[in-house]
């Protein structure tokens, strides 16, 4: 793959978010690390697909674009983002050599899932091949080829759930969060093929090449690890004050 190793356009960073469900958990994340969008970025009725960064509130100058996730990633294994946030969904999928992902951001925590209708229960017996609906092909042929069934992949781009009552497919391999869309359109949860969470990626050549990339890197890791701490510290403490007042109440007793 032919990688830029200097940004376009005046040398100013791409930084590449994917748009949906992640972005609300990682714009926080973000302004953490120093990079705050441009007021327009949250306009809907703004069509713009790249902004700049609020010179106010950011320590970056940089450009930001909005992308579908799958995309954020395309556009920095090629080199045209150097830096971007994608879920550990996409990174599997797609197995980019020039992909880096540095950072667990521990956030956009889901799942992958192979699901069926809820009534179907042949679906289980010993079949050989099944046809199953998804955005991922490459891990759902893999995960299926570990239990020697040959899966044949439809793809979709979204609404996987309809496939099983419409007839389209046996099997749907999507992403589960809450567990309300399965529910909610008949299917249960057969199998977990991978626990997600968002990482921060670079392009390797870029990494190599800008000195600002390995600060940026840095930044996001600081956060993450001190939320890490956070957390596992209010842990402690939740557990510590519990067992106080068990032996407050043993006390009592
Ligand atoms: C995702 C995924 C499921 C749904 C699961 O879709 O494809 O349809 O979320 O979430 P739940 O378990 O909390 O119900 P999303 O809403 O992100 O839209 P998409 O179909 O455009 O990917």
Not at 179 to 208: C, F, H, M, P, Y
Request: net charge negative.
């Amino acid at each position: 793959m032919t990688t830029p190793t200097t940004p376009a356009s005046g040398g100013k960073l791409t930084f590449a978010v994917p748009k949906g469900r992640i972005l609300d958990e990682a714009l926080p994340v973000m302004a953490r690390a120093g990079i705050v969008p441009d007021p327009a970025f949250h306009d809907k009725a703004n069509r713009s697909l790249s902004f700049d960064c609020d010179a106010a509130q950011s320590a970056w100058d940089m450009r930001i674009i909005r992308v579908r996730a799958f995309d954020v990633a395309t556009f920095v294994a090629h080199g045209a983002a150097q830096v971007g946030i994608v879920g550990s969904d996409v990174i599997e999928e797609f197995d980019y050599d020039d992909l880096y992902a540095p950072v667990d951001l521990d956030i956009g925590h889901c799942r992958l899932s192979v699901a069926r209708l809820a009534g179907d229960e042949q679906a289980e017996n010993g079949a050989s091949h099944l046809r199953v609906a998804t955005k991922y092909p490459n891990l759902t042929r893999r995960h299926f080829e570990a239990a020697g069934v040959q899966a044949e992949c439809v793809k979709l781009n979204g609404a996987m759930e309809l496939a099983p009552s419409l007839g389209l497919s046996r099997r749907i391999v999507d992403l589960v969060s809450t567990g309300n869309t399965l529910k909610q359109n008949g299917l249960v949860e057969t199998s977990r093929i991978l626990d997600i969470s968002a990482r921060l990626i670079v392009n390797r050549a870029a990494l190599k090449t800008d000195t600002r990339i390995a600060q940026l890197v840095d930044a996001f890791r600081r956060d993450a690890e001190a939320r890490r701490a956070a957390a596992s510290g209010s842990a402690e403490q939740n557990t510590r004050s519990s067992s106080a007042s068990g032996s407050a109440e043993q006390d009592a007793a």
